[in-house]
């Protein structure tokens, strides 16, 4: 699945901690367009790296639901339990040229750490340079300095890893790998070029470039789209029970996702039904590269 050839190729990544809501499907269908426009795939992962949290019945309730929408997905899904062995030999990799480092620090340990902006607490590199270490969770050696990207939505990012979180976890204590090296290891097995997805993961892309780089896979070009807030200002989000989207009503959650992005489909195209609408949607779109700031 590598891409040698660097064809545009996307992807949609959800954790099967419960159904599509409307604020992941403002993000699944501007990943599903920027692909389609630009000729390339999009492909499907599914994130249950997590196992405690996902279930297979979540998942398979996303697929109906995406199928419902008319957002097909090429090839394969790739399902992150079925890959441990690759996230084990990427980890042990870093490990092996000394990127990565074995870590026994309890949450009590750093309790009294200030906490990062995504809630972790900022780990002050308390087992970083030490040889007798009996491994609990393993980090990666974060260099000092800024991280800088330019997202194709939210312009310029920069953002001091080492400062905010410092070396942070790639494998868990609890026996998983994290999320920060899974998305790594399978962007690159599965040759994304082009990763669109919610805004809520931007603080997370400096760590999964820096992921990236100590792997020496390709860091893939990135698209924030904005999140969807409920009535009350939350997050559109599983923890806060947003609705799952019904697929009888495909047409008008695509139609109002269309309308969050800035492109409010006519009335006669929402009426012609999911696939008109759709067609109309991808004649439309301005590809996300074509805007990325310089
Ligand atoms: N699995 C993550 C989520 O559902 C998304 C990961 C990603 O798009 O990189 O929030």
Redesign the pocket.
């Known amino acids: 699945m590598l891409n040698d050839g660097r064809r545009y190729v996307g992807r949609f ?3 099967p901690t419960g159904p599509l809501h409307r604020g992941s499907l403002v993000a699944a269908l501007a990943s599903w367009l920027d692909a389609r426009v630009a000729g390339g795939l999009w492909r499907l992962r599914i ?1 249950d790296v997590d196992e405690p949290r996902c279930s297979v019945a979540a998942a398979d309730e996303i697929m109906r639901q995406l199928d419902a929408l008319g957002l097909h997905w090429d090839g394969e899904v790739l399902w992150q339990s079925r890959r441990t062995a690759h996230y084990r030999a990427a980890l042990d990799m870093l490990v092996a040229n000394g990127q990565a480092y074995g870590c026994e620090c309890t949450r009590r340990d750093l309790a009294a750490q200030p906490l990062a902006l995504d809630g972790t607490r900022r780990y002050p590199g308390r087992c970083r340079d030490r040889r007798d270490v009996t491994a609990r969770a393993w980090r990666l050696r974060v260099p000092p300095g800024e991280v800088a990207f330019d997202d194709a939505l939210c312009g310029r990012v920069v953002i001091d890893v080492s400062a905010d979180v410092g070396d942070f976890v790639l494998w868990r204590a609890d026996g998983y790998c994290a999320y920060q090296l899974a ?1 790594v290891v399978d962007d690159a097995a599965q040759g994304v070029t082009d ?1 669109v ?1 919610g805004a809520d ?1 931007l603080g997370s892309t400096p760590r999964q470039m820096l992921v990236a780089r100590a792997l020496g896979v390709p860091v893939p070009r990135h698209a924030h789209v904005p999140l969807v807030f409920d009535a009350h200002g939350e997050k559109l989000s599983k923890q806060t029970l947003a609705p799952a989207l019904d697929p009888a009503a495909a047409v008008a959650d695509l139609a109002q996702a269309l309308a969050f992005l800035q492109l409010a489909p006519p009335a006669d195209v929402v009426a012609a039904g999911r696939d008109a609408l759709l067609g109309w949607a991808c004649a439309n779109w301005t590809p996300l590269p074509a805007i990325r700031p310089q």
């Open positions: 990544a959800p954790s994130e998305v990763i997805r993961l």
